[in-house]
């Protein structure tokens, strides 16, 4: 079946430092793909997505390109805050009834 | 306006007592999901209801039942509480069914059962 695969935190970065977190996927077909970002205590929240190869979602410096020719969608920030301290998590969606197949989460904290 | 609530936000309960967590949306959309996070931040969903049809039940205890009145509510009734339920359960909704729609959360149940 599909699956996400996301690079294992924690990630801790100084304020100001460039960010990648990696994510690969297995899928049939053309799913969506998806960062969710949950912030300490709240649900989880859209990022950005991407929903056909070489689309790229992009939103508050957060940027991800969806690559199919290395099944790829990492999420990249030239430089960080202390207040991007949250869990990333990658999903993928396809269409009909079939859930988001979300990865583990990535833990970032971003010192000042 | 708040989207998607859930209620309560903090719930601890014995073993063996039946609770309910409470879910609505106010975003006019047709599908909602509850889903469960464990202590490691991994997210399972459980189910999900389009129109108030329940169009996927993955492999959950029966203890679990989803009850959807209408469209813009989802609830969880959970019985016979045990150790391991312990977690942070969170409603969801999208536009409509199928997993390449946005999901918007709501802000999650912390359920501990001692």
């Known amino acids: 079946?599909?699956?996400?695969?996301?690079?294992?935190?924690?990630?801790t970065l100084s304020e100001e430092a460039f960010l990648t977190?990696?994510?690969?996927?297995t899928a049939t077909g053309y799913p969506s793909l998806f960062w969710y970002v949950q912030y300490p205590g709240?649900?989880?929240?859209?990022?950005?997505?991407?929903?056909?190869?070489d689309d790229k979602?992009?939103?508050?410096?957060?940027?991800?390109?969806?690559?199919?020719?290395?099944?790829?969608?990492?999420l990249e920030k030239g430089s960080v805050q202390v207040s991007d301290s949250?869990?990333?998590?990658?999903?993928?969606?396809q269409s009909g009834n079939t859930p988001l197949v979300f990865g583990k989460g990535t833990r970032l904290s971003v010192i000042a | 306006d708040t989207a998607v609530s859930q209620t309560p936000k903090y719930l601890v309960t014995q073993m063996g007592n039946d609770k309910s967590i409470k879910c609505e949306q106010n975003l006019g959309h047709d599908t909602m999901y509850w889903y469960?996070?464990?202590?490691?931040?991994?997210l399972k969903i459980m189910f999900s209801y389009n129109n108030k049809e329940l169009i996927i039940n993955e492999t959950v205890p029966n203890r679990f039942s989803p009850k959807s009145p209408d469209k813009a509510h989802l609830?969880?009734?959970?019985?016979?509480?045990?150790?391991?339920?312990?977690?942070?359960y969170f409603c969801a909704s999208s536009r409509r069914a199928g997993a390449g729609d946005t999901q918007?959360?709501?802000?999650?149940?912390?359920?501990t059962v001692l």
């Open chain 2, 75 to 88: 609830n969880l009734h959970i019985n016979s509480l045990e150790l391991g339920d312990s977690a942070v």
């Open chain 1, 57 to 74: 979602g992009s939103n508050k410096g957060f940027e991800a390109t969806y690559r199919k020719e290395t099944t790829s969608f990492h």
């Open chain 1, 1 to 11: 079946g599909d699956s996400v695969t996301q690079m294992e935190g924690p990630v």
């Open chain 2, 104 to 111: 918007y959360f709501g802000p999650g149940t912390r359920l």
């Open chain 2, 36 to 42: 469960k996070q464990d202590s490691k931040k991994f």
């Open chain 1, 86 to 93: 949250a869990v990333y998590f990658c999903a993928l969606g």
């Open chain 1, 21 to 25: 977190i990696n994510c690969t996927y």
């Open chain 1, 42 to 53: 709240e649900g989880l929240q859209l990022l950005l997505k991407a929903t056909k190869a």
